[in-house]
């Protein structure tokens, strides 16, 4: 986050933090923004929507997702306290066929230092058949509220009382395709306005995600699932991209590696009981934060409640039995 620099007063102790959040910023590609911190999810492949709008209603159900991320695990300020970033989401959608597609809904809880986010967003997506799978497209009104703890960074900065919190109104557009137990691709635009925070003096870049996902059944061996995804996001100036692969078994147990550029090598690993999902996975640093922090750590649930609609019969009246 950027702010006037004259309106700071910083003692050495705290340049020496700031040097190390800097290397983590620039290496991480992290900023103190809701919005951007999507794409440090090791689960994005489970989180779609999180970063699409479009996805909302396409699992055919109530489907509810809950992620929590521990990142840099030990990464500390200079006076011992706690300053990794820490994210919770809480995602909802569901079909709603009288609309013609469905509705969703995130909320994110982010934490980073002495920097507090929460951002919540509800939209809608319009779905249709095309071909063998169903297009969608989607838009959703991001509220964000942003608040900076002074507490803890006084006596070492002086910061106005101005500077303290925000709140800022945006939108995101998706686009989404999906052929059932093959493949998916998805577009979005997070932050399309990049509304400017007023007091905070910064603003969220506008972002395009391409994510994209595909299911191959080992011939000869239907029991076992091979499904490598991608996640690309860029704000036209720079880009990050992650890669993963994961073994399903029997579509209950699975596990795999994923990439992410220049930052973490991951292990993924889960079960699926019934109509819930659970994952784990564990990052092992490949920046120049391993100096600095013990990975990174996040837990994913999900519940699919899947929605049976009675499939009334259509009866015909006969003048002759009237």
């Not at 009104?141 to 800022?168: C, H, M, R, W």
Request: proline share 4%; with cysteine.
């Amino acid at each position: 986050m950027i702010l006037p620099s004259e309106k700071y007063r910083f003692s050495s102790s705290y340049q020496r933090f700031r040097r190390i959040l800097a290397v983590a910023i620039l290496t991480a590609g992290f900023t103190p923004a809701v919005a951007q911190q999507t794409s440090n999810i090791t689960h994005y492949m489970f989180m779609n929507m999180a970063v699409n709008p479009a996805f909302a209603g396409s699992s055919d159900g109530i489907n509810v997702t809950g992620l929590v991320r521990q990142q840099w695990i030990g990464f500390k300020d200079d006076r011992g306290g706690n300053t990794a970033p820490q994210t919770l989401f809480l995602t909802i959608d569901s079909p709603i066929r009288f609309l013609h597609g469905g509705i969703g809904a995130t909320v994110v809880s982010d934490k980073f230092g002495p920097y507090n986010n929460t951002a919540v967003t509800l939209g809608y997506a319009y779905r249709t058949d095309l071909g063998p799978g169903e297009i969608s497209a989607g838009l959703q009104v991001n509220f964000q509220n942003s608040k900076l703890n002074v507490d803890q960074l006084e006596p070492l900065v002086t910061i106005p009382d101005a500077g303290k919190s925000d709140f800022i109104l945006d939108g995101s557009l998706g686009l989404f395709y999906k052929v059932p137990d093959k493949y998916y691709v998805g577009l979005s635009c997070i932050n399309v306005l990049q509304t400017k925070y007023k007091k905070l003096l910064t603003r969220d870049k506008g972002t395009f995600d391409l994510t994209g996902g595909y299911n191959w059944v080992v011939p000869g061996h239907p029991a076992f699932e091979l499904q490598p995804s991608a996640f690309i996001t860029t704000d036209l100036a720079t880009y990050s991209f992650s890669i993963s692969t994961l073994l399903q078994y029997n579509k209950k147990v699975w596990g795999g590696l994923a990439y992410r550029q220049q930052d973490a090598i991951s292990v993924l690993a889960g079960f699926n009981i019934k109509a819930f999902k659970v994952g784990i996975s564990y990052d092992i640093s490949v920046s120049k934060m391993s100096r600095y922090e013990n990975g990174s750590i996040e837990v994913l649930l999900n519940y699919c409640f899947k929605i049976e609609t009675e499939k009334f019969r259509k009866s015909y009246k006969n003048t002759r039995f009237l």
